[in-house]
T-cell receptor, first 113, second 111 residues
Framework: SQQGEEDPQALSIQEGENATMNCSYK?????LQWYRQNSGRGLVHLIL?????REKHSGRLRVTLDTSKKSSSLLITASRAADTASYFC?????????????FGAGTRLFVKA | DTEVTQTPKHLVMGMTNKKSLKCEQHMGHRAMYWYKQKAKKPPELMFV???????INESVPSRFSPECPNSSLLNLHLHALQPEDSALYLC??????????FGQGTRLTVV
């Protein structure tokens, strides 16, 4: 069963605009991660935020975590055509010591040049 | 070397065939994973080898069997697959259970 659910399922924006994707999850977590997947290829780890953190930045990425609402958001600022990809949130499955990462449904982002 | 290498990249097999997918990493990671991904769906965890111990997603049918010959290699043996097993099979590794490094996947088609 999926731990994380994301919205929107798909997002289309113009280059230069910001893209925001949201993730909700069901059970308590130790941390939450975001991954990117270009069409039909492997996933690339973007950022990890721990349950005691509220916000984290990495380059053009900003991630927030609200454990009271069991939700996270990924903001990509000043988007580029190369950001076109699927983005997944991922959480560690409960009581697994962190070695069972469960992925959300994903958001497909399309950035128009 | 931060790469996870999967072979083959593409595989077409019949329902009576036996084949194997291979995965290799040289990052010294102690956990390796197999995921199955259908089109427009998230990856689903199939197996985890962490510290030489196997964990299985119990929904995975027995026609899939993992093998971990050493800490750098992970194989997935396939036997008597069904057309619905056609998918992208992803291997990943991690040191601490987080920040997984993924291979580029094997695109499997069962005919």
């Amino acid at each position: 069963s999926q731990q994380g659910e994301e919205d929107p399922q798909a997002l289309s924006i113009q280059e230069g605009e910001n893209a925001t994707m949201n993730c909700s999850y069901k059970t308590s977590i130790n941390n939450l991660q975001w991954y990117r997947q270009n069409s039909g290829r492997g996933l690339v780890h973007l950022i990890l935020i721990r349950s005691n953190e509220r916000e984290k930045h990495s380059g053009r990425l900003r991630v927030t975590l609200d454990t009271s609402k069991k939700s996270s958001s990924l903001l990509i600022t000043a988007s580029r055509a190369a950001d076109t990809a699927s983005y997944f949130c991922a959480t560690d499955a409960p009581n697994t010591g962190g070695f069972k990462t469960i992925f959300g449904a994903g958001t497909r982002l399309f950035v128009k040049a | 070397d931060t790469e996870v290498t999967q072979t083959p990249k593409h595989l077409v097999m019949g329902m009576t065939n036996k084949k194997s997918l291979k995965c290799e990493q040289h990052m010294g990671h102690r956990a390796m994973y197999w995921y199955k991904q259908k089109a427009k769906k998230p990856p689903e965890l199939m197996f985890v080898y962490s510290y030489e111990k196997l964990s299985i997603n119990e929904s995975v049918p027995s026609r899939f069997s993992p093998e971990c010959p050493n800490s750098s290699l992970l194989n997935l043996h396939l036997h008597a697959l069904q057309p619905e097993d056609s998918a992208l099979y992803l291997c990943a590794s991690s040191q601490d259970g987080f920040e997984a490094f993924f291979g580029q996947g094997t695109r499997l088609t069962v005919v």
